[in-house]
Structure formats: structure tokens, C-alpha cells
């Protein structure tokens, strides 16, 4: 399963994707998670998949590695479905029995709901997947420098953010050589009900939590004896240009927005949910 997690992990190859300005990738992808909120029925799903494997063609990363990143999250995907199937009661009545009502309009929000955590994953996953976290380090500061204004701190939060998506691989690897060492040891985690199965995580997630801890006071120690002060007066090495990639990236977000609105206005109301 931990092989499975693409989110923060970063694909390295030479394509237009990779290429772009990571100041527009985030706003793209922020721009996308608010399309999978504006669509109203699977037409609008299926345009966005289309957009998902198209960008995917463009930037090099396999598709299959993209929908990778979906398995680690199917019991989350499940209960979320099965919960809004079953506790909505409003609409028309398709299936009862006893205690259980299904009705129309939860099978249509338990749909929605499952399928945009999907397309919300698939759309992070490709940003992570086609950018490095040096580059979204400084594409989400020179983002957030306007709030500079108001001593806001910029630099140290993106640096965070940086930290933490780079070290997301290392704790999974992390992961996996303690899992292996403690199945070696008779460890069982795959079998039992849910209460065994979290007991048998304890030994996974004690010696996980004082890694992370020890690899956090190396960094600091490290960042502090190389007199690491923030943003304050630091330069690149790269300086963050626009180029015209990024424009027609931007018209195909907004086209993909705006086919989502007219399908939500042309198509009846209710038509393929």
C-alpha cells in the first residue's frame, strides 16, 4: 500500500508540464479543484478525466501511476459513499428493508462526493508528480509575498510546506524497512479485526514517530549551523518567469471551466445524475 502513495513524490522527466511557472500550477490546480465542485453530472466527471489523462500525455507521467494514488484511499472512498447512501432521506424511495432506505438523491450525493475526492486527489497528485518541492517552495512564496505587507510569513511557510512534501518518500521508505523488520519479528498486520489491526500498528508507529523527530532535530541543527536566518534578503537560482506555455495552459483550465458551467446550464436538471 505504501507504494501506492504518489502524493508528494515527483516524477522526473522533460516535458511542457514540468516546464511550466509553478506560481501557475498551483493556481491551475486550484482553479481545478473548484471545477470538480462545479459539476452537476457524470458528463462534467468525464471531462475532467479527459483533462486529467490529457495533461498526464503531457507531461510523461504514466496514467496508471497517477490512478496509484487512489488505492491508499479506497476505504475512505467507501465510507464516504456508503454513509451519504444510507443517512440521506430525502428524495424518492428506491430500496427499503427494515432499518435501510436508499433513496434517489443519496445514491446521487454519495456518487458526487466519492467521485470529486477522486478528481481532488488525481489533480494534487499530477502537481506533486511534475513539480519539484523546490519549485513549489518558491512558486507558494512568491504567492503568498503580497501578504508580506502584513508580516505574514512567507518564506517560512513555504519552506514548511517544501520540508514536508520532500520528506513524505523519505517517511514512507521510512515505513516500510520498520514494517518488514517488525513481520520478521512475527508482527501481523494484515489480519484481525480493525481494534487488533491498530494494536499491531503500535510497534510500527513508536519507532516511526522518534525517526521523524530525529531526522526534524538533524535538519535544524543542520540549517542552523549553516546560519539560515529566512527569506529575508535571500536571492534564487532560478528566477520565475511567464512564458507562453503557461498562458495556453491557463485558456485550457479556463476552458474546462467553462465547458463544466454551459454543461450544468444546457443539460437538464437530474440527466445522467
Known amino acids: 500500500m505504501l507504494k501506492n502513495i504518489t502524493l508528494g513524490q515527483y516524477y522526473p522527466v522533460d516535458s511542457v508540464i514540468h516546464r511550466l511557472d509553478p506560481r501557475v500550477k498551483i493556481l491551475l490546480t486550484m482553479a481545478m479543484i473548484v471545477a470538480v465542485f462545479l459539476v452537476r453530472s457524470l458528463v462534467g466527471y468525464a471531462l475532467l478525466l479527459a483533462f486529467v489523462y490529457l495533461v498526464s500525455r503531457l507531461a510523461k507521467v504514466p496514467f496508471r501511476l497517477i490512478i496509484k494514488g487512489i488505492k491508499p484511499l479506497r476505504f475512505i472512498l467507501i465510507l464516504t459513499f456508503l454513509l451519504n447512501l444510507f443517512l440521506s432521506a430525502q428524495g424518492n424511495i428506491l430500496f427499503q428493508w427494515r432499518f435501510i432506505t436508499i433513496t434517489d438523491q443519496g445514491l446521487r450525493q454519495s456518487i458526487h462526493y466519492s467521485l470529486r475526492l477522486v478528481f481532488l486527489v488525481l489533480g494534487t497528485s499530477l502537481m506533486t508528480l511534475t513539480t519539484s518541492p523546490i519549485q513549489l517552495a518558491d512558486g507558494m512564496e512568491l504567492l503568498l509575498s503580497p501578504l508580506k505587507v502584513i508580516r505574514f510569513p512567507a518564506h517560512e511557510l513555504a519552506m514548511m510546506m517544501s520540508i514536508a512534501l520532500r520528506f513524505i518518500p523519505t517517511l514512507l521508505e521510512e ?93 437538464p436538471k437530474g440527466w445522467l445524475l
Open 175 to 267: 515505513t516500510d524497512k520498520i514494517m518488514k523488520a517488525q513481520m520478521a519479528r512475527g508482527a501481523d498486520f494484515e489480519s484481525g479485526n480493525l481494534l487488533r489491526r491498530a494494536k499491531a500498528m503500535i510497534p510500527l508507529l513508536v519507532p516511526l514517530f522518534v525517526s521523524a523527530f530525529r531526522r526534524a532535530s538533524e535538519l535544524a541543527m543542520a540549517m542552523e549551523a549553516r546560519c539560515y536566518h529566512g527569506g529575508e534578503g535571500r536571492t534564487r537560482l532560478r528566477v520565475l518567469k511567464l512564458t507562453r506555455p503557461d498562458l495556453w495552459a491557463s485558456l485550457a483550465v479556463a476552458g474546462l471551466i467553462a465547458l463544466i458551467v454551459l454543461e450544468g446550464i444546457v443539460l
